[in-house]
């Protein structure tokens, strides 16, 4: 439906990666399915200020509970990582805020089916990794 509405044969959306239901549904579809995995540093501040604007923590949160809990998200969010991973995609690619500026772009390019300068262009917004 969203192909016919938008008159397109693509469509890109972002999924959280915690629903692993959502992506292996996906993958199974009878469309050609592409992941893209963003891998972006997260410090000890932008996680706990994410926590606070989804209402797991709270201003008054002691710092000893606080540091417990970013120990805990980090590794969820390591898990979620690893699910994925272990469903084995057949069309997977990553970028990562870590990688160098020309094989993010490569993956991209890859991914997107666009030029590698329009890739070249994208990946290096100074802002691409930020919140």
Known sequence: ?????????KLAICLDPSNIDLIRDLASDRNTTRFLEINCEFDDE???CHARRIGLISDQIAVET??????????????EIDSIGDL?????????EKETVRKN???LSRFADIAM???LDIVTVDWIYSD
């Open 117 to 119: 300068e329009e890739a």
């Open 88 to 96: 084995k995609l057949e069309f997977t690619y990553k970028i990562d």
């Open 46 to 48: 932008y996680i706990s």
């Open 66 to 79: 606080l540091v417990k809990l970013l120990i805990s998200i980090r590794n969820d969010l390591k898990k």
């Open 1 to 9: 439906m969203f192909y016919e509405h938008y008159e397109t044969e």
């Open 105 to 107: 772009a490569d993956e």
